[in-house]
């Protein structure tokens, strides 16, 4: 007899970010460009303010250190994927912008890993109860992108 343990909320959030990760380390892969995962973040960072962000802003919301978000972002310059530049309101700080060849590599990879979601769910779309607590619940997370 087998007997179903229900997962805890936690443990379900985890099966899904570990399955997340996976999705967009595939669709990095079959998207046909050269970029590593903290690449990827770096873009995603970058993506989300019209202005960019600090080099500084980039380690904290990354979990790294200064030094190594700042040899990140000048490889990814040598690349054409970002472009750097005195921040306007702090000479100490490098503001780092995304090119339109970093736009286009991000839009790949995105529409690469929404063809994967949806091959995933198929033809059996979430209730829409469900869909309206994962809603929420990427409202909650956004924080950490």
Sequence with gaps: MLVRVQRSTVDVLESIAVGSVA???LAL????VELTFAQWRVLVVISDAADGATVGEIATRTGSAHSPASRLVARMRRHGLVATEQDT???RATRVRMTDHGRD???RVVGRRRALLEEAV???PLPPTVAQRLD???GLLRGFE
């Design 89 to 91: 309101h702090d000479r």
């Design 29 to 32: 892969a079959q998207a046909g």
């Design 23 to 25: 999705v967009t380390a």
């Design 105 to 107: 590599v991000r839009e």
């Design 122 to 124: 198929g033809a059996n």
């Design 136 to 138: 929420a619940l990427a």
